[in-house]
C-alpha cells in the first residue's frame, strides 16, 4: 500500500508540473519583405533643354541598371508600446539589391506574432576591418570589402548631349532607418503579407529640379543624404 502512495504521489507531481509548463501556441503571421526599384529612370527635364544652360555638375537623364546596398538587421515594431525592442526579422549582412529588370528580390521571410505593427527599421551597414577582411573573396559581399568598405554601390549610365557614359557611384554612408507604415500593418493568424522596401532614384539624383552627374565629385554629399531617405516602406 505504501508503495502505490509514493507511485500516485509522483505522478501526480509530473502532471502539474507538465500542465504548468505548457503554453497556448502562439498565433504567428507570415511576412516577406522584397527589395523594388520604382523606376529605372530618372526623368529628363521637363522643358525644352538649350544644352549650353546645362552645367559641368548636370545631365540630361540617368537610367539605372542596378542598386546594391549593404544591411543589417530588418525589425518590425508594434504599434503600441513594444518591450521587446522590435521583432528581428533578419540580421545581417545581407544585400539589398534592385535592377532595371524590375524583378522583386526577396530579403526576409519569417513567421511572426500577430498584431497591429507600424514601423520598420534596418541599417546601412558597413564593414569593420575584420569583416572586410573575412569577406574579401566572398562572391556576393566581395565589393563591399574593398579597403574603401563601401555601403552602397549604383551602377547606371548618365546622359549629357544624346552622350552616354557609364558610371558607378559607391558611398561609405551609414544610418539607421525607422519608416512608418501608413496606415499600419494588421497582421492576423496564419495572414500573408508582403512588405516592399522601394527605392526612387529620382530622389537621389535630383537637386532644385535638375538632374545632377553621379560622377561629378561635388555631387556626392547631396546623393550620399538623399540616398537614406529615398526608400519607403510598402505593404504588396
Do not use: W
Amino acid at each position: 500500500m505504501k508503495r502505490i502512495f509514493v507511485l500516485t504521489f509522483f505522478a501526480i507531481i509530473f502532471t502539474v508540473f507538465s500542465c504548468s509548463e505548457s503554453t497556448t501556441p502562439s498565433k504567428n503571421a507570415q511576412v516577406t519583405i522584397v527589395s523594388e526599384l520604382s523606376t529605372p529612370t530618372v526623368k529628363k527635364i521637363l522643358k525644352d533643354i538649350d544644352f549650353d544652360v546645362i552645367t559641368a555638375n548636370q545631365v540630361d537623364s540617368i537610367k539605372i541598371s542596378r542598386i546594391r546596398i549593404l544591411m543589417s538587421r530588418l525589425k518590425l515594431f508594434l504599434d503600441k508600446e513594444d518591450t521587446n525592442q522590435g521583432r528581428e526579422i533578419k540580421a545581417g549582412p545581407f544585400i539589398y539589391e534592385v535592377t532595371a529588370s524590375g524583378n522583386m528580390f526577396v530579403l526576409a521571410e519569417a513567421s511572426i506574432p500577430v498584431g497591429i505593427y507600424d514601423k520598420i527599421k534596418f541599417e546601412f551597414h558597413r564593414f569593420s576591418s575584420t569583416e572586410a577582411a573575412q569577406f574579401l573573396n566572398h562572391p556576393v559581399f566581395k565589393d563591399f570589402a574593398t579597403d574603401d568598405r563601401y555601403s552602397v554601390i549604383i551602377d547606371g549610365v548618365s546622359y549629357k548631349s544624346d552622350t552616354p557614359t557609364n558610371f558607378t557611384y559607391r558611398a561609405t554612408t551609414t544610418a539607421n532607418l525607422l519608416l512608418k507604415f501608413s496606415p499600419s500593418l494588421n497582421l492576423t493568424e496564419d495572414s500573408k503579407t508582403t512588405i516592399s522596401l522601394q527605392i526612387d532614384p529620382n530622389e537621389f539624383f535630383k537637386k532644385s529640379g535638375d538632374i545632377i552627374d553621379p560622377s561629378d565629385p561635388r555631387n556626392a554629399n547631396d546623393i550620399d543624404n538623399a540616398i537614406q531617405k529615398s526608400i519607403k516602406a510598402l505593404k504588396k
